[in-house]
């Protein structure tokens, strides 16, 4: 800081009096910079609005660094030019303050001659003013108009909203008003008492988090911890809760493989209910028949059946009228055939149901059988059981055991109670009048023919008859079609015509329904005054919706299966795997209803021993690792129903023998938290100590460790099952891992893991 002195008998200059000032400004602008310290602040300073289009800069001061800039009077900024120009617009303008100097002059006598002391009148400059300017910087104007950016080396004084009349608000930029020390003050104050409330209450719960942590060691140990941790994962699985969001824990049943790393070089394993063993080989073909001119069976259009002959199963006649089928406007009908449900047996001694089988639910139970019943030559999606009403009765219904999903021990059936499939279908279109028939079926039966009594036959015009299920309702459903029979022109003759179908077993108390479709002028009889009380007949004029009639009814006979025998033995191609199998794999379309049973037989070629059927106890017979077997089919049902299979590119074999080696990786597993602590649980079934080994290892980044500690723990309630708990310590800190499994076998009998929890502790 500076003093300017002044004496008496010194003769001053006009430097002398001008330090006066310069002095006074430099004190105040450090003062402003040391003490104040603002970089672009305002104080005092206020905003208002004396007109509609002008608002008004209230006197004030402006702190840039160390300087200080005063407003001594209002200053007015015109906002006309502003305004937006389309009625129902806005904009935001920044209001900002800048400091300028005004030099301000005025009239003085000035000395012109030292010797004669003449003087003379002129403007000098006598003072600077240091003040404050308003500038204005817009937005973009709109319907939700946004403030504009202004850099921070501005001070903003306020928002202003414009419309396109006048300024419709105002709003002051607080951030950058100066802060007296008297504000400042009451604040402290404020906030030293509460911290010295803060530090008392550290100090108190320092102590308690103290008494907790040592009551912790004692009350939470970590097994029982990670046993809870288990729990709460496999019920997040189960209500698939949060199944993305990363967490401290994993749990993984091992039924699907979105959490395995089936692509990675190192992968040598399967996921098919539990992490398996590869096959070092695995042969698939088709499904042949021993004997095609076998002459106990009958093949039609693919679907094999114990011999039978044809019988009328109902028959509609007496017609004295007949239906012109011509003069209905012809329409499109488009159609969906579904296909008969398929059915796996898989068996052999390393076929060992996963326990987690029951986990399906929880992961979806579309991959279930997507898995196991994927085929050569085709691909197909499976949802399980049927959901409706019937079918899901008879489900519940403990009848039912073997006719839906069930697993034993070294042999898993799978098969489904729905007999046709809405998830292997094919989709068709036919073109002309449309009438049909709807019908009760009372009894389960095999339809194999529909004969309809044609009248007149027109002079062209192929008939296409086709088999549906109805709804709930009755009415024909035409997504859900059985079969579809074709009898050319030249096929039809006045009388009865017979429209032969690949046989299709119907259920009993269901509705089904026969359409014909033709461009021909064709005739076919039908009777009066409702004769036929359990069906109607129907036309369609639009291609789905069916108009019944509740009076009239076609002649038409159900042709069925009536079979020549009750037992038949069909005998299909040897099942051939050079070097031995251990696993049999069969695959096909068909069904078995109640009462029926399609038992799956084999024996070894130079074996005198009768027929053995697949089951467990007979599992033993693929230890020996046979190149061939024979394989054969028993059919067992009654004169009227029959277990059929539909032979084709969709009737697979599969035999196959895995390798002694096994490795799976999961992918990437994200925790969450940062941990260097992670405890990996592998449970693992059908182990034997002798022949099996496994290990666990974690990879972080491109590092591989090893667990400090392994503990192997055996079910009391079955000796094979084990669980091997690795836990890692001494880690880098990481938020990720991957775990890595490695395992072998020496014999034929072959551990698989039945499902994974990891945990970052």
């Not at 029951?358 to 019943?373: I, N, P, S």
């Not at 073109?431 to 709807?438: A, P």
């Not at 108009?547 to 038949?568: P, V, Y």
């Not at 991957?738 to 929890?757: A, Q, R, Y």
Request: aromatic share 8%.
């Amino acid at each position: 800081m500076k003093r300017q002195i002044i004496r008496d008998d010194v003769y001053n200059s006009g430097d002398d009096h001008s330090a006066h000032g310069l002095n006074t400004i430099e004190a105040v602008g450090n003062l402003a910079a040391d003490v104040a310290g603002y970089p672009h602040h305002y104080a005092a300073v206020t905003v208002s609005a004396p007109a509609s289009t002008v608002v008004r800069i209230n006197p004030g001061r402006l702190y840039v660094a160390g300087k200080v800039y005063d407003l001594d009077q209002p200053v007015d900024v015109d906002l006309q030019p502003r305004l937006t120009q389309v009625s129902g617009d806005t904009v935001w303008v920044a209001l900002l303050l800048r400091g300028k100097v005004d030099v301000i002059r005025q009239q003085r006598q000035v000395l012109i001659d030292a010797d004669t002391e003449e003087t003379d009148v002129q403007q000098i400059e006598v003072a600077e003013h240091f003040t404050i300017e308003g500038i204005v910087q817009a937005g973009i104007p709109g319907p939700t108009p946004l403030k504009p950016t202004v850099a921070e080396t501005e001070c903003i004084v306020a928002w202003v909203l414009l419309s396109n009349t006048s300024v419709a608000a105002i709003e002051m930029h607080p951030a950058h008003r100066v802060r007296s020390l008297y504000e400042v003050e009451g604040r402290l104050t404020i906030l030293e008492f509460r911290f010295a409330e803060l530090v008392q209450t550290v100090a108190t719960l320092r102590t308690d988090l103290s008494a907790v942590a040592a009551a912790q060691r004692d009350a939470v140990r970590r097994d029982v911890f990670a046993q809870a941790l288990l729990d709460i994962s496999a019920l997040r699985r189960e209500t698939r809760i949060l199944e993305n969001e990363p967490r401290a824990y994993l749990y993984d049943p091992g039924l699907v493989n979105d959490k395995w790393d089936t692509d990675h070089p190192m992968w040598v394993a399967r996921v098919a209910e539990g992490i398996r063993f590869e096959f070092v080989q695995l042969r698939d073909d088709r499904l042949e028949l021993y004997d095609a001119a076998n002459s106990d069976v009958m093949v039609v259009d693919g679907m094999l059946l114990p011999r039978y002959e044809e019988v009328v199963k109902l028959s509609v006649e007496g017609g004295t009228q007949s239906k012109n089928m011509s003069q209905l406007v012809h329409t499109e009908v488009r159609a969906v055939q579904r296909e008969v449900s398929r059915s796996s047996t898989s068996y052999g001694p390393i076929v060992t149901v996963c326990e987690n089988t029951k986990d399906w639910e929880r992961v979806g139970t579309a991959a279930k059988a997507g898995k196991k019943l994927a085929v050569k030559g085709e691909t197909f999606k499976v949802v399980g059981l049927s959901t409706n009403t019937r079918s899901a009765n008879w489900n519940a219904d403990p009848r039912s055991d073997g006719h839906k999903n069930y697993d034993v021990q070294k042999v898993s059936t799978t098969s489904w109670t729905e007999t046709y499939w809405d998830y292997v279908s094919e989709e068709f279109g036919l073109n002309g009048s449309v009438y049909g028939q709807t019908w009760l079926n009372s009894q389960m039966q095999i339809l194999t023919a529909i004969r309809l009594r044609f009248t007149r036959v027109g002079s062209s015009g192929d008939a296409h008859l086709v088999v549906c299920e109805c709804s709930d309702d009755g009415e024909p459903e035409l997504d859900k079609v059985i079969y579809r029979s074709t009898v050319l022109h030249a096929n039809l003759a006045a009388g009865k015509v017979r429209f032969p179908l690949r046989p299709s077993l119907l259920e009993p108390g269901r509705r089904y329904a026969w359409f014909m479709v033709t461009t021909g002028n064709h005739q076919i009889a039908y009777v009066e005054k409702n004769k036929f009380a359990e069906g109607s007949m129907f036309q369609m004029s639009d291609g789905a919706w069916a108009q019944g009639s509740i009076t009239e009814d076609f002649e038409f006979d159900l042709m069925g299966a009536k079979f020549l025998s009750t037992r038949t033995e069909i005998e299909f191609q040897p099942l051939n795997l050079p070097g031995g199998m251990t696993y049999v794999r069969l695959v096909a379309p068909g069904w078995a209803p109640e009462g029926t049973q399609a038992l799956w037989q084999f024996k070894l070629p130079s074996d005198d021993q009768p027929w053995r059927n697949i089951t467990p106890e007979n599992a033993d017979t693929l230890y020996a690792q046979p190149e061939g077997i024979r394989l054969r089919l028993v059919m067992v049902g009654t004169t009227d129903l029959s277990p059929a299979i539909l032979l084709g590119a969709t009737a697979r074999s599969e035999v196959g023998r895995t390798q002694g080696l096994l490795r799976a990786r999961t992918e990437l597993i994200q925790f969450g938290v940062s941990t260097n602590r992670i405890v990996v649980d592998l449970m693992i079934d059908q182990w034997v100590d002798a022949q099996h080994t496994a290990t666990v290892r974690l990879l972080i980044g491109a590092a591989e460790y090893t667990a400090a500690a392994v503990s192997i723990w055996q079910d009391p309630d079955k000796p094979r099952r084990r669980r091997l708990s690795a836990v890692f310590t001494g880690l880098p800190a990481t938020t990720s891992a991957t775990v890595l499994i490695e395992g072998t076998k020496s014999s034929v009998d072959e551990w698989f893991g039945e499902s994974l929890f990891v945990m970052a502790t």
